[in-house]
């Protein structure tokens, strides 16, 4: 892996970082974490080039690293703080994932595609990153390590697991999008005293789906 992160790199994601605050992203914690990685060196080598452009590349194994508008826009909705215990679903390339650790969180992530659990354990072992990293069915989440601050899915969900919300703290913040198909509603649950939950809808996304009681080899 090329671990050169050039002057042109870095000006590539000051554009990128305009761009998203262009669209809307005003978070300045997560724009200042995203500003710190190289986005490139989660990308094969053929989409280097591209790696500041604001779309999904392939990673393998059917799946996609997100627009970084999307990581931004989730991210943001998490209203994130240092030192909270947050469980990704869906690890993919780890660049989520080192964003969340950027911003100072206890990081638990877990994905069910065994080739991008090594990879990505590979690459954010090599960067340094905070994060535990799981392999496993994320309709199921991390029970042992439960409850937590935050719950992040970055795959489409047919539904909202229960398991997912019997691991959020009360008062807690879970960002999840809902929907099969081409197309699936952002939505953002707050986690009430009483049991009940908040739902707020935030827009449309495209995801790759989250695949229940299967993991892959």
């Not at 998490?78 to 950027?102: A, C, D, F, I, R």
């Not at 990081?107 to 990505?120: A, D, G, T, Y």
């Not at 535990?132 to 935050?150: H, N, W």
């Not at 539904?159 to 699936?184: A, F, H, R």
Request: charged letters at 20%; aromatic letters at 10%; hydrophobic letters at 40%.
């Amino acid at each position: 892996m090329n671990w050169v992160d050039t002057y042109k790199h870095q000006g590539m994601r000051r554009q990128l970082i305009a761009l998203l605050r262009e669209k809307g992203i005003e978070s300045e914690e997560v724009l200042a974490a995203m500003l710190k990685i190289p986005r490139h060196l989660f990308l094969d080598s053929a989409f280097i080039n591209f790696a500041y452009d604001d779309k999904a590349f392939p990673i393998g194994a059917g799946q996609t690293i997100s627009q970084p508008y999307t990581v931004a826009f989730q991210s943001s909705l998490l209203e994130l703080k240092p030192g909270m215990k947050v469980l990704e679903v869906g690890t993919g390339s780890g660049y989520q994932t080192l964003v969340l650790t950027n911003l100072g969180c206890k990081v638990f992530s877990i994905e069910r595609q065994k080739l991008l659990h090594r990879n990505s354990k590979k690459i954010l072992s090599q960067m340094n990153s905070t994060a535990k990293t799981f392999y496993g069915d994320g309709y199921k989440g991390l029970p042992a390590f439960a409850p937590f601050d935050r719950v992040l899915i970055t795959c489409g969900a047919p539904y909202i697991p229960n398991d997912l919300i019997d691991q959020l703290k009360v008062g807690g913040i879970m960002v999840i999008p809902v929907g099969e198909g081409d197309s699936q509603t952002m939505i953002r649950i707050i986690k009430n005293a009483d049991g009940t939950l908040e739902q707020t809808e935030h827009g449309a996304f495209k995801f790759v789906p989250m695949l229940e009681d299967k993991q892959s080899y």
